[in-house]
């Protein structure tokens, strides 16, 4: 059914949530799991225009991924790692189309009220940027980088 799952990561607790359920499912349908990372701090967003060295902040997404990758391999499921840089929802979409996904499978936050309105969600954002069906989870509240 699902050949190729995106799995957007944020680098936190929350990440817990999504991985829990795709593993199920990428076993249930022999999926390979897609990570990806979008790394969206100034350096992030201005790596490629001003020509700038990896932040830190870079240099720990990409080992968080690459830990994460190699911890499902070793659970026995297929992964691959994608670090992105930029607007995430846009980076998401374009990440799914690019690799060929065909879910899109995220945790969130459960915000309500103002705070949507003003800053809005990735989540919002991205299912009005791609066709690929989004499988939404609930994480829970905690953690951070």
């Not at 690799?99 to 309500?112: K, P, S, V, W, Y």
């Amino acid at each position: 059914m699902y050949r190729r799952i995106l799995v957007p990561l944020e680098h936190s607790s929350y990440d817990d949530a999504i991985l829990g359920h795709v593993r199920a499912l990428a076993r249930l349908c022999g999926s390979t799991l897609v990570l990806v990372h979008v790394a969206d701090g100034w350096v992030a967003r201005n790596i490629a225009n001003l020509d700038l060295r990896e932040s830190e902040e870079i240099r720990e997404d990409r080992a968080y991924l690459t830990q994460t990758r190699e911890s499902l391999e070793t659970e026995g499921l297929k992964a691959e790692a994608v670090l992105a840089a930029g607007d995430p929802a846009h980076e998401i979409a374009a990440a799914a189309e690019r690799e060929r996904c065909d879910l899109i499978a995220m945790a969130t936050h459960g915000h309500r009220g103002l705070g949507d309105i003003i800053h809005g969600t990735t989540a919002n954002a991205l299912r009005h940027l791609t066709e690929v069906p989004i499988l939404m989870v609930r994480g829970t509240k905690g953690g951070g980088k």
